[in-house]
């Protein structure tokens, strides 16, 4: 077995770690402390507080204009991809929960990106399959239901430009992607590693940021 180098995260390193990132300005602060709030149960699907100043650095280095993002919940790391586009660039946002949403969009207006920022409520494969077949994406960040993963990959990489990226969230799955016995979204992501890794028309980086992010590239 290989030998890890990873240091184990204790509340004090990840403080840390997250002083040591671009601080979330207030609006950002506001929308992660307020979902916490309202929505206790389900705020483990907010992006990781260090991932937003991390897609907001890919979004500059690929120097993308164009934007997908699958999974929206209340809208932190699409706020923190808008803030990065240039004044042009345009960001769709796939969701299906108005609710969610709402607090997302009541962010963008405040921190001035609404008008670059498509929110489209409805099943993502619908949205993706409505957009233009020919390469026009800069970068995707995917993080919703995991069973959609592939479909979603699929629809995604005909669509990519070449040297596009695709950033894809909970790739480990709270330690049980490795499992051959997993079930349910566990399985799902396993399949989903696997099929990432088969695609040639890709070139791809697991790392173990937060709960796990595949950074893959158009060859």
Known sequence: MAE???????????DYVLAHNPPLDTVQRGLVDLTHERFPDAAGMQSAEE????LAFLVRLTGARHVVE???????????????LPADGTLVACDVSEEWT?????????????????????PALETLRAMPPEPHIDLAYVD?????????WEELVPRLRDGGVI???NV????????????????AIRAFNEHVRADGRMESVMLTVADGLTVARKR
């Open 102 to 122: 709402a607090y997302g969009r009541e962010a963008w207006a405040k921190a001035g990106v609404a008008d670059r920022i498509d929110l489209r409520i409805a």
């Open 4 to 14: 890890s180098k990873s240091t184990p995260i204790t509340p004090e390193l990840y």
């Open 70 to 84: 699958v999974g929206t919940f209340t809208g932190f790391s699409t706020l923190s991809m808008a803030r990065a």
């Open 167 to 169: 950033v894809a969230d």
């Open 51 to 54: 991932q937003g100043p991390l």
């Open 172 to 187: 480990l799955f709270h330690g049980k992607a490795p499992d051959p016995a997993a079930t349910g979204s566990a399985a």
């Open 144 to 152: 919703a239901d995991k069973g959609g993963y592939i479909s979603y």
